[in-house]
């Protein structure tokens, strides 16, 4: 019997298990947390379940070569990862500055992983064994296997593959893929032979045997015309499907970047096989000391029901990670997980969340995407929904009742995300009536992230008018209910397209609906995403017709002000954004107004100065008088005694 049953993080770990080598290492910027939201112990898990012998290397210091030496070296080849997320969004906030806290660190702390970590990782098992096979997977490598806008270098870089020098990238959701490669790489095939596993990219000096391929402007063009990058863009986004999905090649130099079409989906047998693994659902004991590991809160009483999101948000990069396929864990599965989840000892009752990506996309979008996969140039429900698309949540309805009927558990929550268009285009209320009834936990939260069209065009979010007609429907249903619970929508400064009038608009809305949201979200430019390549070349790449982006700080930070005009701090910039968009109408007393004049907010602080003086003399005066009765008593008790 193994008393420590995480996978091997040290050769103590593989003696206890009988073991004198491992076949594969998983490097990764992660603390270890075995638990099936994280993705290097789930392909660990998945290569354990086939047999592999695998151990776990987290968080090794860079500096220095010995951590990546102290599994030994691994007979079949290094996985290399930064993690859940991409190291440099991990590190750094939308302006640049350094983050307070690593969620995914013992005790939240920063400064345990490398910036690009996947590049500095790989150049480190490079030093510590020359001739072993390096596979990068995860977010940070998916997003950036073709050259990318890079954001905080403020340039185009290399594919993550090129630069790193890795052999083999793998992209997406890895299951799949790692099986088929360990398979070759077991049965002695060289990894530079290894290039037809679908959903992976290698470097080829040639294309002599690459066919049915398209080609995309090479770095050294997209790296100098934004036009052609914005191309190079479309054809990596069109071509992101396991069915119509084509090989692209993007030179690099001397050599060709080839990445093989999109792995298939995993089907529900194989996806509840993932969930099935003897994952321990918490960190290493070995961070105990630190606190533990805080990213395990979000997660550890959450469960997973599908992947995937056909909902194509243009700043998302779930279209090129997850894909737009939707694919559901069993019922079965999900109920399994959370009877494990209701003998936990620190459970108290309360599922946290019932989802994924998008909580109540519980099946394809359509019939036609089994034979002919998601459409090219159309979404499933943007600007409309389609007509072709599947609107039902039954299914899911029938799953949370079913969880929150097991005994042992008060109440399910469902906080993932949930498309409120989606459930307007459903003609039966009863899924929201339930969900308001259920599993709302006092407010929901949701995405409209807009409100003007032209940004919510180039969004790809539903209009307005449909978000107002969903927040008369929940609250009304709560009225029905006796129950008193919010909305809180999610909202996004500065998207492309998103000028200071855009902005103007919005605050506009906020005043009509007496809401100053707490958090605004500025638009963040990461890899893989279309806003990004909006972001970066001016140029939406689907059409190739020009948009508004909004770059200057100040610009920027207006648009932020307009969002919360209520704020006091902010009142300077919003005052500068009216004027600048001469909207002066909106300075004044009357009650479309933003803000009021400067003199009467001087006179309004002086009359606070002067009221707040008054209440500070009156308190000395009551203070001074106490004082003295004080005293008097005191001296009436001496002359007693």
């Given at each position: 019997?193994?008393e420590?049953?995480?996978?091997p993080i040290s050769?103590?770990d593989?003696?206890?298990?009988?073991?004198d080598?491992?076949?594969?290492i998983?490097?990764?910027?992660?603390?270890?947390?075995?638990?099936?939201?994280f993705?290097?112990?789930?392909?660990?898990?998945?290569?354990?379940?086939?047999?592999?012998?695998v151990?776990?290397?987290?968080?090794?210091?860079?500096?220095?070569?010995?951590?990546?030496?102290?599994l030994?070296?691994p007979?079949?080849?290094?996985?290399?990862?930064?993690?859940?997320?991409?190291?440099?969004?991990?590190?750094y906030?939308?302006?640049?500055?350094?983050?307070?806290?690593?969620?995914?660190?013992?005790?939240?702390?920063?400064?345990?992983?490398?910036?690009?970590?996947?590049?500095?990782?790989?150049?480190?098992?490079?030093?510590?064994?020359?001739?072993?096979?390096?596979?990068?997977?995860?977010i940070?490598?998916?997003?950036r296997?073709?050259?990318h806008?890079?954001y905080?270098?403020?340039?185009?870089?290399?594919?993550?593959?090129?630069?790193?020098e890795a052999?083999?990238?793998i992209?997406?959701?890895?299951?799949?893929?790692?099986?088929?490669?360990?398979?070759?790489?077991?049965s002695?095939v060289?990894?530079?032979?290894i290039n037809h596993i679908?959903?992976?990219?290698?470097k080829?000096?040639t294309?002599?045997?690459?066919?049915?391929?398209?080609?995309?402007p090479?770095?050294?063009?997209?790296?100098e015309?934004?036009?052609?990058?914005?191309?190079?863009?479309?054809?990596?986004?069109?071509?992101?499907?396991n069915?119509?999905g084509?090989?692209?090649?993007?030179?690099?130099?001397d050599?060709y970047?080839?990445?093989?079409?999109?792995?298939?989906?995993?089907d529900?047998?194989?996806?509840?096989?993932?969930?099935s693994?003897?994952?321990m659902?918490?960190?290493?004991?070995?961070?105990?000391?630190?606190g533990?590991?805080?990213?395990?809160?979000?997660?550890?009483?959450?469960?997973?029901?599908?992947?995937?999101?056909?909902?194509?948000c243009?700043?998302?990069?779930?279209?090129?990670?997850?894909?737009r396929?939707i694919?559901?864990?069993?019922?079965e599965?999900?109920?399994?997980?959370?009877?494990?989840?209701?003998?936990?000892?620190?459970?108290?009752?309360?599922i946290h969340?019932?989802?994924?990506?998008?909580?109540?996309?519980?099946?394809?979008?359509?019939?036609?995407?089994?034979?002919?996969?998601?459409?090219?140039?159309?979404?499933c429900?943007?600007?409309?929904?389609?007509?072709?698309?599947?609107?039902?949540?039954?299914?899911?309805?029938?799953?949370?009742?079913?969880l929150?009927?097991?005994e042992g558990?008060?109440?399910?929550?469902?906080?993932?995300?949930?498309?409120?268009?989606?459930?307007?285009?459903?003609?039966?209320?009863?899924?929201l009536?339930e969900l308001?009834?259920?599993?709302?936990?006092?407010?929901?939260?949701?995405?409209?992230?807009?409100?003007?069209?032209?940004?919510?065009?180039?969004m790809?979010?539903?209009?307005?008018?449909?978000?107002?007609k969903?927040?008369?429907?929940?609250?009304k249903?709560?009225?029905?209910l006796?129950?008193?619970?919010?909305l809180?929508p999610?909202?996004?400064?500065s998207?492309?397209?998103?000028d200071l009038?855009a902005?103007?608009?919005?605050?506009?809305?906020?005043?009509?609906?007496?809401?100053?949201?707490?958090?605004?979200?500025?638009f963040?430019p990461?890899?893989?995403?279309?806003?990004?390549?909006?972001?970066y070349?001016?140029?939406?790449?689907?059409?190739?017709?020009?948009?508004?982006?909004?770059k200057?700080r100040?610009?920027?930070?207006?648009?932020?002000?307009?969002l919360?005009?209520?704020n006091?701090?902010?009142?300077?910039?919003?005052?500068?954004a009216l004027e600048?968009?001469g909207?002066?109408?909106?300075?004044?007393?009357?009650?479309?107004c933003?803000i009021r004049?400067?003199e009467?907010?001087?006179?309004?602080k002086?009359?606070?100065y002067?009221?707040g003086?008054?209440?500070?003399?009156?308190r000395s005066?009551?203070?001074?008088?106490?004082?003295?009765r004080?005293?008097?008593?005191?001296?009436r008790?001496?002359?007693k005694?």
């Open positions: 019997m193994i420590n049953e995480f996978l050769k103590e593989m003696k206890k298990r009988g073991w080598y491992l076949d594969f998983i490097v990764t910027g992660d603390a270890y947390v075995d638990h099936p939201s993705g290097g112990p789930v392909i660990g898990r998945t290569l354990e379940g086939a047999g592999y012998k151990g776990i290397i987290a968080q090794p210091d860079w500096r220095k070569v010995d951590d990546f030496k102290k030994g070296k007979r079949l080849g290094f996985l290399v990862t930064a993690g859940n997320i991409d190291s440099m969004v991990n590190h906030s939308v302006s640049k500055k350094r983050r307070d806290k690593d969620l995914y660190s013992p005790g939240g702390k920063m400064g345990l992983r490398p910036d690009r970590a996947t590049i500095v990782y790989t150049n480190m098992v490079k030093r510590a064994y020359k001739k072993v096979p390096i596979i990068l997977g995860g940070e490598a998916s997003l296997r073709f050259a806008y890079d905080w270098d403020d340039k185009v870089r290399r594919s993550i593959l090129y630069d790193s052999d083999l990238l992209y997406g959701m890895g299951e799949n893929q790692v099986l088929e490669l360990a398979e070759y790489l077991s002695g060289n990894i530079k032979h679908r959903g992976t990219v290698y080829a000096d294309l002599e045997n690459v066919y049915d391929y398209v080609k995309i090479a770095f050294e063009d997209v790296f015309d934004k036009i052609k990058y914005a191309q190079a863009f479309n054809v990596q986004y069109e071509e992101q499907d069915i119509r084509k090989t692209i090649v993007q030179k690099h130099k050599e970047i080839v990445q093989n079409p999109p792995t298939d989906p995993l529900q047998e194989n996806l509840d096989k993932v969930f693994y003897p994952y659902r918490t960190y290493h004991p070995i961070y105990e000391k630190d533990g590991i805080p990213a395990i809160k979000e997660v550890k009483f959450s469960l997973i029901s599908e992947r995937g999101c056909f909902g194509s243009s700043f998302c990069a779930l279209t090129f990670h997850q894909g396929v694919q559901p864990r069993s019922q599965s999900i109920i399994e997980e959370a009877k494990s989840i209701i003998s936990d000892k620190d459970f108290k009752g309360y969340d019932v989802g994924g990506p998008t909580a109540n996309f519980r099946h394809r979008a359509c019939e036609k995407q089994k034979k002919h996969g998601t459409c090219k140039n159309k979404q429900l943007f600007p409309k929904p389609c007509n072709n698309l599947k609107v039902d949540h039954d299914e899911y309805l029938e799953l949370l009742r079913k929150r009927s097991l558990i008060k109440k399910v929550f469902v906080r993932s995300g949930l498309r409120y268009d989606y459930i307007m285009a459903d003609k039966k209320d009863k899924f009536k308001c009834e259920h599993h709302v936990s006092g407010q929901l939260k949701v995405a409209p992230e807009h409100i003007s069209p032209r940004v919510l065009k180039l790809g979010k539903p209009g307005r008018n449909v978000y107002d969903f927040v008369d429907k929940y609250y249903i709560n009225d029905k006796g129950k008193k619970q919010f809180v999610y909202l996004m400064s998207h492309p397209g998103s009038k902005a103007i608009e919005m605050a506009e809305y906020l005043r009509d609906m007496k809401y100053q949201p707490e958090q605004v979200q500025d963040y990461t890899p893989g995403t279309l806003s990004t390549c909006m972001f070349t001016g140029f939406d790449p689907r059409n190739m017709k020009k948009v508004y982006v909004p200057d100040r610009e920027k930070a207006m648009q932020r002000a307009l919360q005009y209520r006091p701090k902010n009142y300077e910039l919003v005052k500068e600048k968009a909207r002066l109408d909106l300075i004044g007393h009357g009650p479309k933003l004049p400067r009467d907010r001087k006179s309004y002086g009359n606070r002067k009221q003086n008054k209440r500070q003399n009156e005066r009551n203070k001074k008088e106490k004082n003295t004080y005293e008097k008593n005191q001296g008790k001496k002359k005694r």
